[in-house]
């Protein structure tokens, strides 16, 4: 059987970040994906000035596409402004893939799917053994699953459901449009350009609020696809939209049991107001690797919470959002 110190289950941004982390501690790992980078990835590929500097990422020598915005369109029901906030967008494809390629960690395609401790350590498979197991693996993540699920269930008011799509196409607006709770949408859409001639746009909303309406999140695509084609922003595009569920920010209360981690879209860390998942998964990525190389504590209290600077902006998009949903997002017993 192979024995390595450090397995980390996912390549995505938050495993890609914890290897990059390792590395500059000298701690080898091994990184296991399903999934041969680079792979698609549907994604809003939105990341802000804390990425970049969390990742400590030269925006000029980046081989890939990248484009910042200094201004965003926001769009409500009675109203609409334009914010002046420096943010940026990438294609997840080329991102993850060169974040992991960075990291100079080995890279395995392997599914985890038999995971068991032994001692104070894991097997995987029966093939392979580890010291320090980390979880990064999305909402599926078999760390989670197999070691985190009885002690932290996730609470589903929190589960948050999208229908997205990208592609290639001659935009005419390089700027990027959020539209929130429109037609009751208990979520927001997005239209976000990215460099090099492609466009990413998509909806997304609290699942179990749309349940209790008896509402479809198809529906709310509709309405969006239609919106774009008013507007002139896309046109005559067969639209084919792909579709996922995450977890937002609930009481996250351990991200540790013993020398197994969880961090990003396995432990639920989104954002409450903007569903924002890659700065979360970073941070967090980054943290598992400063506790197992340094034996700091790993906290996940200590990652924001929120996307947005404006105290109003977030307590108003949470309680549209989340409303009904507040007590199981503070209740011990819901967990994650």
């Known amino acids: 059987m192979e024995t390595v110190d450090v397995i980390i289950v996912g390549g ?3 495993g890609s970040s914890c290897a990059w982390r390792l590395g ?3 701690v080898d790992c091994l990184v296991l994906d399903k999934a041969a980078f680079p792979r698609t990835k549907l994604c809003a590929g939105w990341i802000t000035p804390e990425v970049v500097a969390d990742l400590e990422l030269d925006i000029a020598t980046y081989p890939h596409r990248f484009l910042s915005f200094d201004h965003i369109h926001f769009h409500f029901p009675l109203f ?3 914010s002046s906030t420096v943010q940026h967008s990438i294609r997840r494809y080329e991102f993850d893939a060169w974040l992991l390629e960075r990291a100079g960690a080995e890279v395995r395609v392997h599914e985890v799917r038999r995971l068991r401790r ?5 097997v995987i498979d029966d093939s392979l053994r580890c010291r320090y197991l980390v979880g990064a693996g999305g909402t599926r993540c078999p760390v989670y699953r197999s070691l985190f699920r009885d002690t932290g269930p996730r609470a589903r008011e929190l589960q948050a459901v999208t229908l ?6 001659p935009f005419a607006d390089p700027t990027c449009h959020l539209w929130f709770l429109e037609k009751g949408l ?8 990215k460099a090099g001639g492609y466009l990413n746009i998509g909806i997304g909303g609290m699942a179990a609020r749309l349940k209790q309406r008896d509402d479809d999140i198809k529906v709310h695509w509709d309405n969006l696809t239609a919106r774009l084609t008013r507007s002139g922003l896309v046109r005559d595009y067969p639209f084919d939209p792909g579709g996922y569920s995450y977890f937002i920010r609930g009481n996250v209360r351990a991200g540790r049991l013993g020398n197994a981690f969880i961090a990003g879209d396995a432990a639920g860390l989104a954002t409450r107001d903007m569903c924002e998942g890659i700065g979360p998964a970073v941070k967090s990525g980054l943290m598992v690797a400063e506790s197992i190389a340094r034996g700091s504590a790993y906290r996940l209290e200590g990652i924001a919470r929120y996307s947005n600077r404006s105290r109003l902006a977030r307590r108003l998009l949470e309680f549209s959002f989340h409303r009904g949903s507040a007590r199981s997002s503070r209740t011990g017993a819901q967990g994650y």
């Open 12 to 14: 995505g941004p938050a």
């Open 24 to 26: 500059h501690y000298g």
């Open 80 to 82: 609409g402004f334009t």
């Open 118 to 122: 032994d001692g104070e350590g894991f």
């Open 164 to 169: 997205e799509q990208e592609f290639a196409y």
């Open 186 to 193: 208990p979520g927001y859409s997005w239209y976000v350009p």
